[in-house]
């Protein structure tokens, strides 16, 4: 079975420094995905990020890129210039099969806090 | 339209109580997907519809009836239902296409349910 490890219960940040949130992963699959995704308070999860287990390079949006390392089985999700519309709860997530639909196993996520 | 919209946006029901939450998305997605979340937890998958037809039920108590009756809607029926039940309640869509897309999920604001 696939598994999603979030080790920060909760991160502290101030606007416009740079801050990495950590997701480890353990599955046998050779083909998998991993996505990060934005919970505020209101309840809504805004995808921010997809990494591919065979792309090559690691993805960017914005001012999201993900750190990934498939020899060490981790996703890091880093935000540059934090702002503070980034305070929320970020949850990494494992596509679980090769199905069209995405069965998605998540982690139990990380609180950021982005001060003044 | 990349929304997907979700009514109501808070629920209060008594245990003998029979009520409905209702999904909708108008991107032409074909895979549909009823998540619950409790506080301070990730998502947990409920149900997934592909092409209108139940793909995934992870063994959801049966006072919990999902239904599809097309490609836009998504419907939780809800009956008989325990206070343990009160949750957050969240819809997603996504594109369901096998290869070469990663089909991120689109979710909704969620319905915040409470059992009395």
């Known amino acids: 079975a696939q598994k999603i490890t979030q080790t920060q219960p909760g991160m502290f940040v101030q606007e416009k420094e740079a801050v990495t949130l950590d997701c480890t992963y353990d599955?046998?699959?050779?083909?998998?995905?991993l996505f990060w995704y934005k919970q505020p308070s209101s309840g809504e999860m805004i995808f921010l990020i997809y990494?591919?287990?065979?792309?090559?390079q690691n993805a960017t949006e914005g001012r999201y890129s993900l750190n990934f390392q498939k020899a060490r089985k981790s996703a890091n999700l880093v935000i540059s210039a934090s702002q503070l519309g980034d305070s929320a709860m970020y949850f990494c997530?494992?596509?679980?099969?090769?199905?069209?639909?995405?069965?998605?196993?998540f982690g139990t996520g990380t609180r950021l806090l982005v001060s003044p | 339209d990349t929304e997907v919209t979700q009514t109501p946006k808070h629920l209060v029901m008594g245990m003998t109580n029979k009520k409905s939450l209702k999904c909708e998305q108008h991107m032409g997605h074909r895979a549909m997907y009823w998540y619950k979340q409790k506080a301070k937890k990730p998502p947990e998958l409920m149900f997934v519809y592909s092409y209108e037809k139940l793909s995934i039920n992870e063994s959801v108590p049966s006072r919990f009836s999902p239904e599809c009756p097309n490609s836009s809607l998504l419907n939780l029926h809800l009956h008989a239902l325990q206070p343990e039940d009160s949750a957050l309640y969240l819809c997603a869509s996504s594109q369901d296409r096998a290869s070469g897309s990663y089909n991120e999920q689109f979710f909704g604001p969620g319905t915040r349910l409470t059992v009395l």
């Open positions: 997530a494992m596509r679980e099969s090769n199905t069209g639909f995405q069965k998605l196993v």
């Open positions: 990494q591919g287990s065979y792309d090559e």
């Open positions: 599955t046998s699959d050779q083909s998998y995905g």
